[in-house]
């Protein structure tokens, strides 16, 4: 497996100008990778995920899944391929309220036509979350730590090639922040490659590789390594 978003531009419109929100942008990630990308808010951070996933198209340049450009695909097949192959997390909560976290989970496989036990991938990943004894619960009655974990089993339930995470960790508490940092290393130890943004400059300790975002601009590719050597 292997992406990659090659010399990404994105331009809006405002007013009586224009606002480049990605300048050039490439970036390579294969299986397994821990990518973490850092800066300030209107960077272009998000933007670029929502480009890698197909649900921004971008002004110039290409995304390349398996030797594909996603936006050569038609809509069905772009919708497949972000159903089977991308998990996305959002920063806001996207939990349905009237699911319990089960239902919640297994969602997603049932959008497209595919073999297999939703319940039990559901369940094994309801474990790995740490929050199996939820399962029947609705969501109006978790915390913010347990809604994120819902939401990251949601992602993965189709075994995606990569996960988009934005924001993982704004609202959580250290200790739940440290646990969620486990469970993506985890995921990625297992080939379910995750690219995150993030304001919090504590959790790129855990991604193998780091960038940093400024005007749209991606720079800086260091090591968590680097990271620590540096303090």
Do not use: W
């Not at 490439?26 to 821990?34: A, E, R, Y």
């Not at 209107?42 to 002004?59: D, E, F, H, Q």
């Amino acid at each position: 497996m292997k992406i990659e978003a090659k010399n990404l531009v994105k331009t809006y419109v405002q007013g009586d100008g224009t606002v480049t929100a990605l300048s050039d942008v490439s970036l390579t990630i294969q299986k397994g990778d821990f990518i973490a990308i850092t800066g300030r808010s209107g960077s272009g951070k998000s933007t670029l995920l929502n480009v890698m996933a197909g649900l921004t198209i971008p002004t110039s340049g290409s995304v390349i899944f398996d030797e594909r450009d996603i936006f050569t695909l038609s809509d069905a097949e772009l919708s497949y391929l972000r159903n089977a192959q991308i998990g996305c997390v959002p920063q806001v909560s996207s939990v349905l309220s009237e699911l319990t976290v089960l239902d919640n989970v297994r969602l997603p496989f049932h959008l497209a036509k595919r073999e297999g036990d939703s319940a039990k991938e559901a369940m094994r990943l309801l474990a790995l979350m740490d929050i199996e004894k939820l399962a029947k619960r609705k969501p109006a009655r978790l915390s913010g730590g347990q809604l994120k974990r819902v939401a990251i089993a949601r992602a993965l339930i189709n075994k995606p090639a990569l996960l988009l995470v934005d924001e993982p960790t704004g609202d959580l508490d250290e200790a739940t922040t440290n646990d969620i940092m486990n469970i993506f290393s985890k995921v990625t130890s297992e080939g379910t490659a995750i690219l995150m943004v993030t304001h919090d400059l504590d959790t790129t300790a855990y991604a193998a590789k780091c960038y940093e975002m400024a005007h749209g601009v991606l720079s800086a590719s260091y090591s968590s390594f680097d990271i620590g050597t540096e303090n």
